[in-house]
């Protein structure tokens, strides 16, 4: 057969049902095979949105994501989301397509080194050198995307190698030397923890994607449970653990609660599970925790001790580790009644500094309000897209996500534009969900053309402009560190978001009276196909509680 043909073969192999994509010349084989392929194709409007999509898809399901691009600039336009994926250890596969091999290194028209660009940017990357490789290439590629710690992976294929007949047969065995992700931990290491967290007075569980990743939210609220372990969780890994919930301190780090970020700050004794102590957690290193000795639990090894020494380190899967560590513990005989001294510390910190914002006091409508509407509305059982500034932290704080894969967000890239292609991958992998996105002005506008996308293919995402007219982080960061003076931040000329939402064929809605916003709410989730709700928020918010850049937990603002 054909080896675009052969491709299709492949993807259906790996449980693929469907893609994100934009055809090019130097991919068009790949979409002749998938007019009869077997396998629902997504149109995109630009390779970007595809490569979010897949992503959405992929923290939606737990599955691999699929993206297609074309050489050149199809290939280039998904570096970000490639880069987006390496950060947050999402498993996609990004199939690009490359011009013809008599070209290569001749500047041949839309010729890219996609595979050496974005070397520092993939887990892993195959550059086709014969056509007889593809099947294996695919095969191993989702082997790695989605295996030890999840991440991007890069298969490229010259588009006269897709076209030519090769004898396929499925590729079963695997043989990579090279790769073998530890997942079962040391037993040693495992009951060392077991030994230290049953003798710690002021131990904080601190969670991340990791447990979202792999799949262990009911090991770690058991292993919690056993002994009434406080708990937070990264921006990354909310969910993981239920919220509300009692032994749930909230989101740490630079706009978490003040309660987490001052346990970890008093704590003897941090757990951290899935997560990689990055700058928007520790803030100054050197302040970090000044108290604690670390236990670190990773499916990475290169994440251990790469910003905060660990003292007792274990390499392997989240799951795996977390089972052992429930039953080692157990088999101790913890004396539960040393915690309450540490629970009547933080119960204080609850109650003097609790989450709390100034309401309007007319009709206007206060962001964080907007998101509490949205949790009131769903009852926290909606999928939950965001983009990236202010909203994105005031959806962190104030929707409750009682699971994981509830929360999609761009945490370690940071990237603007991702939550409306993100939102159209998560219902796409998971049909008669509610999903909703939470966007601000700015980042709307970086991605606002899969807006066709979702009125083509009728995906019933529901899309909340949080719009201020401001590039509202930078604002705020430029309010408080840089003397108000607000240089490039006033986006007062974007357009009418309900016109823009119409012209593409969706539903667009306007809102701005806080009085009516729940019933206004629950109207715009119950409105058929794609919806794009424009919220006029207080211009001037900020978000807070804040760590200072560089500065100290127990040095909280606002």
């Known amino acids: 057969m054909r080896a675009v043909d052969a491709v299709m073969e492949c993807l259906k192999a790996e449980g693929v049902d469907?893609?994100?994509?934009?055809?090019?010349?130097?991919?068009i084989p790949t979409y002749d095979a998938l007019y009869d392929g077997g396998i629902r194709h997504i149109l995109v409007r630009h390779e970007a949105g595809g490569g979010h999509a897949a992503e959405g898809y992929a923290k939606a399901t737990g599955k691999v994501g699929v993206a297609l691009a074309t050489s050149g600039p199809g290939a280039t336009n998904l570096i970000t989301p490639i880069m987006d994926a390496m950060?947050?250890?999402?498993?996609?596969?990004?199939?690009?397509?490359?011009?013809?091999?008599?070209?290569?290194?001749?500047?041949g028209f839309q010729e890219a080194d996609i595979f050496g660009m974005t070397m520092p940017a993939v887990k892993h990357s195959f550059m086709v050198q014969h056509p007889l490789e593809i099947p294996r290439a695919l095969r191993e590629a989702f082997h790695i995307a989605r295996s030890g710690r999840p991440g991007p992976v890069i298969v490229d294929i010259p588009t006269d190698y897709s076209r030519a007949d090769i004898p396929y047969e499925p590729v079963t065995d695997l043989h990579l030397p090279g790769y073998q992700p530890t997942t079962e931990g040391n037993t040693?290491?495992?009951?060392?923890?077991?030994?230290?967290?049953?003798?710690?007075?002021?131990?904080?569980?601190?969670?991340?994607?990791?447990?979202?990743?792999?799949?262990?939210?009911?090991?770690?609220?058991e292993f919690a449970r056993i002994d009434r372990f406080p708990v937070t969780c990264t921006l990354m890994g909310l969910g993981a653990y239920?919220?509300?919930?009692?032994?749930?301190?909230?989101?740490?780090?630079?706009h978490g609660t003040r309660a987490a970020n001052y346990a970890m700050d008093e704590a003897d004794l941090i757990c951290c599970v899935g997560a990689r102590f990055d700058d928007r957690i520790t803030g100054k290193l050197s302040e970090f925790a000044p108290r604690a000795k670390f236990i670190h639990i990773d499916v990475d090894p290169a994440e251990i001790s790469k910003n905060i020494p660990a003292h007792i380190p274990i390499v392997g899967d989240a799951k795996n580790i977390l089972g052992k560590l429930i039953r080692e513990y157990r088999a101790l005989d913890a004396d539960p009644a040393r915690l309450e001294e540490w629970w009547q510390r933080i119960e204080a910190w609850r109650a003097k500094h609790p989450l709390r914002y100034d309401d309007s006091e007319g009709t206007e409508i206060k962001p964080q309000r907007l998101v509490q509407a949205l949790n009131e509305v769903t009852g926290g059982e909606a999928i939950v897209t965001s983009d990236v500034g202010q909203h994105q932290m005031w959806a962190a704080q104030y929707y409750?996500?009682?699971?994981?894969?509830?929360?999609?967000?761009?945490?370690?890239?940071?990237?603007?534009?991702?939550?409306?292609?993100?939102?159209?991958?998560a219902a796409v992998g998971c049909p008669g969900q509610t999903v909703v996105c939470i966007t601000g002005d700015g980042s709307?506008?970086?991605n606002a053309q899969e807006l066709a996308t979702c009125a083509q293919e009728n995906i019933p995402v529901k899309v909340f402009i949080a719009n201020n007219g401001y590039l509202g982080m930078v604002r705020q960061w430029q309010e408080l560190f840089w003397d108000k003076r607000y240089s490039a931040v006033d986006m007062g000329h974007h357009p009418d978001f309900v016109k823009l939402a119409e012209a593409y064929g969706c539903t667009g809605v306007r809102l701005t009276d806080k009085t009516t916003l729940v019933d206004d709410v629950r109207a715009a989730i119950e409105t058929p196909g794609p919806v794009v709700v424009d919220v006029a928020v207080t211009r001037e918010e900020n978000t807070y509680p804040m760590i200072s850049p560089g500065g100290a937990a127990r040095d909280m603002v606002g």
């Open 242 to 254: 239920p919220a509300p919930d009692p032994q749930w301190l909230g989101m740490l780090g630079m």
């Open 188 to 221: 040693k290491q495992v009951r060392q923890a077991a030994k230290a967290l049953a003798a710690a007075r002021r131990p904080v569980i601190y969670a991340g994607g990791g447990v979202v990743n792999a799949d262990a939210a009911e090991e770690l609220a």
């Open 87 to 107: 950060m947050d250890s999402v498993p996609v596969v990004f199939i690009t397509g490359q011009v013809r091999t008599e070209l290569l290194g001749t500047d």
């Open 444 to 446: 709307i506008q970086m």
């Open 18 to 27: 469907v893609v994100f994509g934009l055809p090019g010349g130097a991919n």
């Open 400 to 425: 409750d996500f009682p699971k994981p894969r509830r929360w999609i967000n761009s945490g370690g890239l940071g990237t603007m534009g991702f939550g409306l292609p993100a939102a159209i991958g």
